[in-house]
């Protein structure tokens, strides 16, 4: 006997995916009788026996029936749970698990090359030793940074232009935020600010792009608001406990890229579209080079009229 | 053969999979893939003639065959 469900479904953004889930519901003899992208629902009329199958088959096109998850939406229970995955590195976060161990041996080749450049050739430059505790925010600033970017190449062939929005925006706005912070703080706000400007646009934009104009665009304000944000806020925080305020926002960077990282697998990871398309030498290469450049513009690069230390 | 076609008009994964529903109920049709950020579509088929019916089966779902 027909009756009628109502889906709640996740990953509706538009009229394509209304029509997607229409064929999906009509191939499998039931009927739509409404359906709201925006809202996320569909009403449709089917025999008892098929809706399971019509659920998974929706599932498997990445429309997967809301409160069909172990456990509620921001139940913190998941983010541990995805934690948890990546340390025994499950299947379902093998690109993650991947990732991670490129960025521990990013982490430790560019500490390693800062430590080395910095007892073998900078310490002994003017004001080395207040430099630093900024040069291990570098290194910092340099993995997080390409491990994230990274992160979003692994999902941008599946992503919702929603999501590809919130990725240009974060991709664009931490990176260009932490290097306008380092550069700022170190040369000065035009030169910080100009770091900050173009990292956190080219990455914004590269890492936006994939859902079109849309997730370029974010890519660009975030970037160019970033850049010059972490810039200002360094020259202004100069003379009132600057290390300790970029230690704390860093902190704060680095857990709202992990939060993108969590949300790229809950929203895409459960259709296994993640693909690493990196390898570990342009990945330790990238984060390098990022690191290099960083340092190179503290030591020598040119400075303004009130920098730390 | 195989043949790519620019499609205009695709913009996310959805269209992805609508346009490749609607290839692949094509008889001869062997394979389709379809890239929203190329707007290409890519399709292998063992009969020349069924070009026509392809474009038209992507004109159906409302998007725009260069």
Redesign the interface.
């Known amino acids: 006997m027909s009756s009628e469900y109502r889906l709640e479904l996740s990953g509706m953004?538009?009229?394509?995916?209304e029509?997607?889930i229409e064929?999906i519901v009509s191939r499998n003899g039931a009927a739509v009788n409404e359906i709201d992208a925006n809202a996320g629902f569909v009403r449709i009329t089917s025999e008892e026996h098929v809706l399971g199958r019509i659920k998974k088959e929706l599932g498997d096109?990445?429309f997967k029936e809301k409160g069909s998850e172990d456990t509620a939406r921001g139940d913190p229970e998941r983010v541990f749970a995805y934690i948890g995955s990546i340390v025994r590195m499950d299947k379902s976060v093998g690109a993650e698990a991947t990732l991670i161990n490129y960025a521990i041996a990013c982490a430790i080749i560019s500490g390693l090359a800062v430590a080395l450049a910095y007892f073998l050739f900078l310490k002994d430059l003017p004001n080395s030793i207040g430099y630093a505790p900024i040069l291990l925010l570098s290194v910092f600033a340099a993995v997080t940074t390409t491990f994230s970017y990274n992160h979003a190449k692994c999902y941008?062939?599946?992503?919702?232009?929603t999501n590809g929005m919130m990725v240009g925006m974060i991709i664009g706005m931490i990176p260009g935020f932490m290097i306008g912070a380092i550069a700022g703080a170190t040369n000065g706000i035009f030169i910080g600010s100009i770091a900050g400007m173009l990292a956190g646009i080219v990455l914004g934009v590269k890492a936006g792009k994939?859902?079109?104009i849309m997730g370029a665009l974010e890519g660009v304000m975030a970037g160019l608001m970033a850049g010059l944000m972490g810039a200002m806020l360094s020259v202004m925080a100069l003379n009132d406990n600057l290390i300790a305020f970029l230690y704390i926002i860093f902190g704060i960077s680095g857990a709202t890229l992990f939060g993108m990282s969590y949300l790229l697998h809950r929203e895409i990871g459960g259709r296994e579209a993640a693909h690493v398309k990196t390898s570990i030498v342009k990945f330790v290469g990238t984060g390098l080079l990022l690191t290099i450049l960083l340092v190179v513009l503290m030591f020598f690069g040119p400075k303004g009229p009130i920098v730390y230390p | 053969m195989e043949k790519t076609i620019k499609v205009l008009g695709m913009h996310c994964n959805s269209c992805n999979l609508l346009i490749e529903d609607a290839i692949c109920e094509i008889k001869g049709v062997e394979a389709v893939n379809a890239n929203f950020q190329t707007g290409k579509v890519t399709v292998k088929y063992n009969d020349e003639n069924l070009m026509p019916k392809i474009k038209q089966a992507i004109e159906k779902e409302g998007y725009h065959v260069q």
């Open positions: 953004t538009c009229g394509a995916c029509k997607i064929k096109r990445g941008s062939d599946g992503i919702s232009c994939c859902c079109g």
